[in-house]
C-alpha cells in the first residue's frame, strides 16, 4: 500500500515537472513569435517610408528592427544603403560589413559592400569581394566593373582574364582591345599588344569605324605616327572616308601642318556623311585659333576658314547657327555688310536667338544705318520686352535720325529695366545727355552727362562728348576744366585722352595733341576715332603719309564717314 502510494506521488510530481517545463517553451514560443511579429510590422513600414523617400523616418525603424533582431543582415544592409544616400559614410561602411558578415552567401550584400569600398579607393579589397560571386554572374556591366576594379588594383592579369571573357559574349569591340593593349603593355608583353589591335581590325577588316578609334587612341597618346599608318590603312578601304581626313587634318594640325590641315578638311566635307553642324563645330575650333594675333599661322588659318565656308555655306539647309558663324568671321574681317546679312537670316530662322539680335544691332550701329538699326530694335523689343540694352539701341537709332520725343521715350523706358548695372545705367544717362546737346539744349544735356558719372565715374565717353559739347557750347573753359577732372581720376583713359587731344587741336597746338593721341591709342589699340584723330594731327605737323595710313587703319578697324572715305581719297586734312 505506502509503495502504491509513493509510486502514485512520483508520477504526480513528475507530471508537474513536465507540465511547468511545457508552459515556460509555449510562453517562450509566443514571445518569440510576439518578438517576430514585431519585427515583421516594423521591418515593412521602414521599408515603406524608405521606397517613398521618407529616409529620415525609415533609419529609427530599422534601428528599431536592430534591436529586436541584432542579427538581421537584412536590417543592416537597409540602413548601409539609407546611411549611404545621406552621406554619412562610416555608418553606411559599418552596416554593410555587419551585413556581410552575417550572410557572405548573399551576393547583393558583397556587392554592395564592394561598391562602398571602390568609392574609398581600396580596390583591392573591392575585388576580393566582386571575386566572391562573380563566377557565376552573367551581367555584363558588373563584369566590366569587376574589370575596372581589376584594373585599378593592378591585378592586370585578372583583368585582362574577365575581358576576355566579355569578348566571348560580346564579340570584339574596340574599347575593350585598346584596354587589354593597355594591360599587355603594363605587363610588357609587346606582341599581345599588338595582335589585340591586329585582331580586331582582322576581324572586322572593312568596319571604318575601328580604325577611326584605334587612330584617335594613338592621338591622344602622342603616337602620331601609328595614328597615321592606321588612317592610311582605313583610307584603302574607303579614300573619301570624311571621319578619317578630319584625323588626319587633326594630325597635320598637330604636326603644324596648317595648310595641309585645311586641305583635308576640305576633303572632308566633302563627305556628306559629315554633318554640316559637326563642319561648323571644326571650323568654329580653327578659328579660335585664326583670329589669335600671337598665331604665326593666323593669316593662313583666316584664308582657309573662309574657304571653308564658301564650301559648306547654303542657304538652303535653313541652319541659324551657319549664319550666325560666319557671321561672327565677317565681322571679325570687317566685312561689316556682309557679316550684317548673315545675322539677318540668323534672326529669322531662330527669332529667340539674343546674341543673333545683338549683333545685328551692332553692325547696324557701326555701319552708321541708324534707319535699320530703329528696325531692328523695335522688332527684337517685341521679342526681349525687358532686355534694357534694345531700349537703348532703339533710342540711339531714333535720335539719330532726329526722332528725339521716340528716343527719349525708349531711353526713360529701359533706363527703368536696369537692375543693379551702373555702367549701363549710365550708357542710358550719356545717351540722353547726347541727344539734348544735338538738339542745343546743352545744359540739359550737361545735367545727363553729370548723372551719367555720377552713377559710373570710369565712364570715358562722357568726359569725351561732354567736353565736346562744350567747346561746340563756347564754354571751352569749363571743357578743359572737365577733361582735367578726368585725368586726374583716369590718367590713362584713352577717350579722356583723346578728349585732351580735341581740345588741344582746337587751339591749334597739334604737337601736343599728337602726343596725347598716341598716349591714348596705346591703351585702346582698335579705336577707329582715335586713330583717325591721331591721322589728323600726325598731317597737321607735316606726316602726311602715315597720317594716310592712320585713316586707313581707322576705316579698316570700323570708321566709315564720309568725311574719313574723302581724307583718304583726296590724301588731306579736311575738318569737321
Known amino acids: 500500500m505506502n509503495l502504491l502510494l509513493f509510486m502514485a506521488i512520483g508520477s504526480f510530481v513528475v507530471s508537474c515537472g513536465n507540465s511547468k517545463k511545457a508552459a515556460e517553451k509555449e510562453h517562450q514560443a509566443k514571445n518569440e513569435a510576439a518578438v517576430e511579429n514585431k519585427f515583421k510590422e516594423i521591418f515593412h513600414e521602414a521599408l515603406l517610408e524608405k521606397t517613398i523617400g521618407h529616409y529620415d523616418k525609415a533609419i529609427p525603424m530599422f534601428e528599431q528592427c536592430l534591436n529586436l533582431d541584432p542579427t538581421s543582415s537584412a536590417a ?14 562610416n555608418k553606411a561602411m559599418h552596416h554593410a560589413e555587419e551585413a556581410f558578415k552575417l550572410d557572405k552567401s548573399n551576393k547583393w550584400y558583397s556587392m554592395h559592400l564592394a561598391d562602398l569600398h571602390y568609392e574609398i579607393g581600396n580596390f583591392s579589397r573591392c575585388a576580393d569581394l566582386y571575386a566572391l560571386s562573380i563566377e557565376d554572374e552573367k551581367n555584363i556591366d558588373v563584369k566590366k566593373r569587376y574589370s575596372e576594379v581589376l584594373i585599378y588594383a593592378a591585378r592586370h592579369q585578372q583583368a585582362i582574364d574577365i575581358l576576355n571573357e ?15 593593349h593597355d594591360l599587355y603593355l603594363e605587363l610588357g608583353d609587346m606582341d599581345k599588344a ?45 579614300p573619301k572616308s570624311g571621319d578619317v581626313h578630319v584625323l588626319k587634318a587633326d594630325l597635320s594640325l598637330r604636326s603644324g601642318k596648317v595648310k595641309q590641315a585645311l586641305d583635308e578638311l576640305s576633303i572632308a566635307f566633302d563627305d556628306q556623311d559629315i554633318l554640316l553642324d559637326r563642319k561648323l563645330d571644326l571650323v568654329e575650333g580653327l578659328s579660335r585659333f585664326a583670329f589669335d594675333p600671337t598665331n604665326p599661322d593666323g593669316k593662313v588659318l583666316i584664308e582657309g576658314i573662309g574657304k571653308l565656308y564658301d564650301q559648306i555655306y547654303d542657304e538652303d539647309a535653313k541652319n541659324d547657327q551657319l549664319h550666325k558663324l560666319y557671321g561672327m568671321y565677317l565681322q571679325r574681317q570687317r566685312k561689316l555688310k556682309e557679316a550684317r546679312h548673315q545675322f539677318e537670316l540668323s534672326t529669322q530662322l531662330k527669332p529667340d536667338s539674343f546674341f543673333s539680335w545683338r549683333e545685328l544691332m551692332n553692325l547696324d550701329y557701326r555701319l552708321n544705318d541708324f534707319e535699320a538699326l530703329e528696325t531692328h530694335t523695335e522688332k527684337a523689343i517685341e521679342l526681349f520686352p525687358a532686355q534694357p540694352l ?37 550708357e542710358f544717362l550719356y545717351h540722353l545727355g547726347k541727344m539734348k546737346c544735338l538738339q542745343k539744349k546743352y545744359d540739359d544735356g550737361i545735367s545727363y552727362f553729370q548723372a551719367a558719372l555720377d552713377e559710373f565715374p570710369e565712364n570715358g565717353k562722357v568726359y569725351n562728348e561732354m567736353s565736346h559739347f562744350l567747346i561746340a557750347s563756347g564754354n571751352e573753359n569749363q571743357a578743359e576744366e572737365v577733361i582735367n577732372e578726368g585725368l586726374s581720376k583716369y ?3 584713352a577717350l579722356i585722352l583723346d578728349a585732351k587731344g580735341n581740345l588741344l587741336m582746337s587751339r591749334k597746338d597739334y604737337s601736343a595733341a599728337l602726343k596725347l593721341y598716341e598716349n591714348a591709342l596705346k591703351n585702346d589699340l582698335s ?16 606726316e602726311e603719309e602715315k597720317a594716310v595710313g592712320l585713316w586707313k587703319d581707322a576705316v579698316f578697324h570700323g570708321a566709315n564717314s564720309e568725311l574719313i572715305q574723302r581724307k583718304i581719297a583726296d590724301q588731306t586734312y579736311y575738318e569737321k
Not at 599588338?194 to 602622342?222: K, R
Not at 533710342?395 to 549701363?424: F, N
Open 527 to 542: 579705336n577707329p576715332d582715335i586713330m583717325e584723330h591721331y591721322g589728323d594731327a600726325m598731317f597737321l605737323t607735316g
Open 491 to 493: 590718367p590713362q583713359n
Open 166 to 180: 566579355i569578348e566571348v559574349e560580346m564579340g570584339k569591340v574596340p574599347e575593350i582591345s585598346l584596354t587589354k
Open 390 to 426: 534694345f531700349y537703348l539701341l532703339s533710342g540711339i537709332g531714333s535720335y539719330h535720325q532726329q526722332h528725339y520725343q521716340k528716343a527719349e521715350e525708349w531711353l526713360y523706358l529701359g533706363k527703368d529695366l536696369v537692375v543693379s548695372d551702373p555702367e549701363l545705367s549710365s
Open 76 to 89: 543592416h544592409f537597409a540602413l548601409s544603403d539609407l546611411y549611404q544616400r545621406q552621406q554619412n559614410f
Open 194 to 238: 599588338e595582335n589585340e589591335l591586329t585582331t580586331l581590325i582582322e576581324d572586322n577588316p572593312s568596319e571604318i569605324e575601328n580604325y577611326l578609334i584605334i587612330a584617335e587612341y594613338f592621338i591622344n597618346t602622342n603616337y602620331a605616327s601609328r595614328a597615321e599608318s592606321i588612317l592610311e590603312k582605313a583610307l584603302t578601304i574607303n
